[in-house]
């Protein structure tokens, strides 16, 4: 039967988003039949769904990604947090030089106005000696750079077997910039994905040649239109960011009752939540004979919502809940899933999920099993971490050489 062009969209979060992806993605892969997850036709990522973009087209598995983020594995080095953190101390002292006159500037404007200046005008007015950004990216793009690098991989999107565009934002006109396509199709990935990623006020903007560039998430955290011009039939939609449904909270735990930190999330993941929808709603409207999968947390998933979407420590404990919630979610909904994605020429068993969701509560708290459970694919066994995650990647690997033959 023929199989439809099929996308696999990616939305950002953050680590703990990019973390929530790779869990689901794990999940998705262990119940298609004869397919996996690096064998879509497109992909598009924005922010953190850049990365997992750009690792999938490059036919890393999403267990891989799982073991990279504890080890190092077929040439990936650990993901570790100066990767991500690197402080932006270039800018900082260069914008720092003009704190001085900014206070006194301050200073001088209060004394002329008085009441009639706030606390607000203050504050911008000092904001000349802030830096643009809390970190800079250069260390994130080395390190993708390096792993793109490797022998069987790829930093060029002209020379991948799969389409992969990148969404990220001109910072000067506001416009969404759509690496992978012309005129941007000769701009490195791992270059792209740091513009992509490039959140404002945790990362400076990244200059590509005469643009500043930022988080592709603030034109829409998930571009499916570019998946149907592209010619997608089928889209995969994975979005971890939803607002937290707290209707039924005790007395005192009311999300304003527990700081802006709590709200500002609140805020940040309602914005992305209701522009994800409404763009979806738009999609299949003028698309209909496009099918759409949408994989999100639930409105009640505490856990998504406890955790600070930039916390690094915590990427197991999110890559197990996406695996665990997700392959729920399709074992539940598993003849809805099965019949729409029989449409499309695609096989799916629900057969080994279940087993690993039934490994994973075998595993419990244990670190060891469970990550054995998630990196080798539902195995218990207790092999070195590198030997099981590279044993695990060339079963992978040999397997979809014999179904190619």
Same mark, same amino acid.
């Given at each position: ?5 099929? /996308? +696999? $969209?990616l !939305?950002?979060?953050?680590v703990?988003?990019?973390?929530y @992806?790779?869990?689901? *993605?794990?999940? #998705? ?19 953190a ?6 690792c999938l087209?490059?036919?890393?598995s999403?267990?891989t990604?799982?073991s ?6 077929l040439?990936i080095d650990?993901?570790e947090p100066h ?7 270039t ?5 720092a030089?003009h704190?001085p006159? /900014? +206070? $006194?500037? !301050? ?8 009441? @009639?200046?706030s606390? *607000?005008d203050l #504050?911008?007015?000092v ?23 490797q ?6 999107f ?6 992969l565009?990148i969404?990220a ?9 759509i ?17 992509? /990623?490039?959140?404002?006020?945790f990362?400076?903007?990244v200059?590509i040649g005469?643009?500043?560039?930022i ?9 499916l239109?570019?998946?149907i ?12 960011m ?15 009752d ?10 940040f ?8 929808h ?5 999609v ?16 009640q ?5 406890a ?11 999110i890559a197990?809940?996406g ?5 729920r979610?399709?074992c539940e ?7 729409m ?5 695609i ?5 080994r ?20 459970a998630?990196v ?9 971490a ?12 040999l ?6 033959r």
């Amino acid at each position: 039967m023929h199989r439809s062009k099929a /996308a +696999l $969209v990616l !939305a950002g979060g953050g680590v703990a988003g990019a973390a929530y @992806e790779i869990g689901a *993605l794990c999940a #998705i892969d262990q119940v298609l039949e004869h397919l996996s997850v690096n064998e879509f036709d497109v992909y598009v990522g924005t922010s953190a769904g850049a990365l997992i973009s750009a690792c999938l087209a490059n036919n890393m598995s999403p267990r891989t990604l799982i073991s990279v983020l504890e080890s190092s594995l077929l040439g990936i080095d650990q993901l570790e947090p100066h990767h991500l953190y690197q402080l932006n101390i270039t800018d900082l002292l260069y914008r720092a030089a003009h704190l001085p006159g /900014a +206070l $006194v500037q !301050a200073i001088q404007r209060w004394v002329r106005e008085g009441g @009639e200046v706030s606390l *607000l005008d203050l #504050i911008e007015t000092v904001a000349v000696g802030l830096p643009t950004g809390l970190y800079d990216s250069r260390s994130l793009e080395q390190y993708l750079r390096a792993a793109l690098e490797q022998p069987g991989r790829s930093n060029r999107f002209a020379d991948l077997d799969h389409e992969l565009m990148i969404v990220a934002t001109d910072l000067d006109t506001g416009e969404r910039a759509i690496f992978g396509l012309p005129p941007l199709d000769n701009v490195p990935i791992s270059l792209a994905v740091c513009a992509s /990623a490039a959140i404002p006020i945790f990362y400076r903007p990244v200059r590509i040649g005469d643009h500043d560039y930022i988080d592709g998430g603030l034109r829409g955290t998930a571009s499916l239109d570019v998946a149907i011009e592209r010619g997608a039939e089928l889209i995969v939609c994975i979005n971890p960011m939803v607002p937290f449904d707290n209707r039924r909270h005790p007395p005192g735990a009311a999300i304003s009752d527990q700081g802006i930190q709590r709200i500002g999330n609140q805020v940040f993941r309602t914005f992305i939540h209701a522009g994800l929808h409404y763009h979806i709603k738009q999609v299949r409207r003028r698309h209909p004979e496009v099918d759409i999968i949408l994989i999100e947390p639930s409105r009640q998933d505490r856990t998504m919502f406890a955790e600070n979407t930039m916390r690094f420590h915590t990427r197991m404990t999110i890559a197990r809940h996406g695996f665990e919630s997700v392959a729920r979610q399709l074992c539940e909904h598993y003849p809805y899933y099965r019949a729409m994605l029989a449409r499309h020429g695609i096989t799916i068993s629900d057969e080994r999920i279940r087993q690993d969701l039934r490994n994973l509560q075998m595993a419990g708290d244990n670190p060891h099993l469970v990550r054995a459970a998630l990196v080798t694919g539902g195995s218990l066994h207790t092999a070195p971490a590198g030997l099981a995650s590279t044993l695990a990647e060339l079963d992978r690997l040999l397997s979809r050489l014999e179904v190619t033959r």
